[in-house]
């Protein structure tokens, strides 16, 4: 938690469950990958928090930005962006956004299949457009390897058919999956991008950008490499496989530059020891999976938690959320442990909850209005 963000809770004390997210450290993060990366456009992927202060201080900083709906688009043009530092990368797109964004002066897309290029070729004619490749999502916390991206030869094709229907097919991309913990996946993946750049030059075609997607990890209860030994491995990857003729290089990062930037601040509705002969207590909280905190679903994203009885005796604990809903369970079996002292109306810290929390928050659901925002 940074300073501010302390001194925000302690002097404030908010209603809950509330994010409060310093944008100073949103700038932090976007300076550290921008000199860890200097050759890479960073591309923030909207979706991680798309609240207007994030967006508008990225803007001033030279961000430009990955959107996911035309809805993303209008908040990083009502932030100030222009529309050709926008890329729609979403390979999944309405007809009516793709002529929206189009017509907005948006001129980047991205697609995974032909019947999604034909869409392209016809409402956002003469866009730049790049292809998504399936790679192994192997050491991500939270994959995204299943719902998109098509093979190599698959890519071969669409990129050929691209060029046909009046496109311009500008190049590849790839996603390793997010909270990725492995240094070597971005490098997998360059090797297959650059195998296909090679076949279609033989073929005729020149492609002209990588993007390489996000991924970059943060640290929530175990520790993870630094961006720097990323950005080591990325570049180590592009300068063997293309030399000195190094392509665009796009990075679309989201919950690298926002999570550590937020914390929620939650309070504890009730403890209990529902089995006296269990030791786990339930510790059930105003904010659940419900509420904002999905990426629990699998225990996958698992979060920090801080609370005023730290240092004292702790015992194992499971967490869940205030609703009536029987999922809304956030570790059980992740070993979590809490203060022996931990009691109803405490004030709780869930940390680095930055990224793909608020816009996770079911509306209303059980009555409970989506947690409250505050950047400072
Ligand atoms: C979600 C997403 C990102 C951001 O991923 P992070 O792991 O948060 O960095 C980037 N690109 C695409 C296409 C995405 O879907």
Excluded at 41 to 66: M, T, W
Excluded at 183 to 198: C, E, N, Q, Y
Aim: contains cysteine; proline residues 6%.
């Amino acid at each position: 938690m940074t300073p501010k963000v302390a001194r925000f809770l302690a002097e404030q004390q908010p209603a809950t469950p509330c994010l409060v997210l310093d944008v100073d450290r949103v700038e932090r993060n976007f300076a550290a990958l921008r000199a860890a990366l200097p050759l890479a456009q960073i591309y923030y992927a909207v979706k991680a928090n798309p609240a207007p202060p994030v967006l508008e201080r990225l803007v001033r900083l030279g961000s430009r930005f990955d959107a996911a709906s035309m809805e993303e688009i209008t908040a990083c043009l009502d932030a100030g962006a222009r529309p050709e530092s926008i890329s729609y990368g979403n390979t999944i797109k309405k007809v009516s956004a793709i002529r929206r964004a189009h017509a907005a002066g948006v001129d980047m897309f991205a697609f995974d299949c032909t019947e999604e290029l034909d869409k392209l070729a016809r409402h956002a004619p003469g866009s730049r457009v790049y292809c998504r490749i399936l790679v192994e999502n192997a050491g991500a916390d939270w994959p995204l390897s299943r719902k998109f991206g098509t093979t190599l030869e698959g890519a071969r094709a669409l990129m050929l058919r691209a060029g046909e229907l009046g496109l311009d097919p500008y190049g590849l991309s790839f996603h390793v999956g997010s909270q990725q913990t492995s240094t070597a996946s971005h490098a997998a993946a360059i090797g297959r991008v650059a195998m296909l750049f090679t076949d279609l030059r033989e073929a005729g075609m020149n492609l002209r950008m990588v993007n390489l997607g996000g991924g970059f990890p943060v640290p929530y209860r175990d520790a993870v490499p630094d961006i720097d030994d990323f950005a080591r491995a990325i570049m180590h990857a592009m300068t063997a496989h293309f030399g000195n003729a190094l392509p665009d290089m796009l990075v679309e990062p989201g919950r690298f530059i926002v999570a550590d930037a937020g914390v929620v601040s939650a309070e504890v509705v009730l403890v209990s020891r529902r089995d006296p002969a269990a030791p786990v207590r339930w510790v059930y909280l105003d904010i659940g999976r419900f509420g904002g905190l999905a990426e629990t679903e699998g225990e996958a994203i698992r979060y920090r938690i801080t609370t005023p009885h730290d240092g004292g005796a702790s015992g194992p604990v499971a967490i869940a959320g205030p609703t009536c809903d029987g999922a809304d369970i956030l570790y059980e079996r992740s070993n979590y442990r809490l203060p022996l002292a931990l009691a109803c109306g405490d004030r709780v810290e869930v940390l680095a909850t930055g990224a793909y929390v608020t816009t996770y928050a079911s509306q209303r659901f059980n009555g409970f209005f989506p947690l409250a925002e505050h950047y400072i």
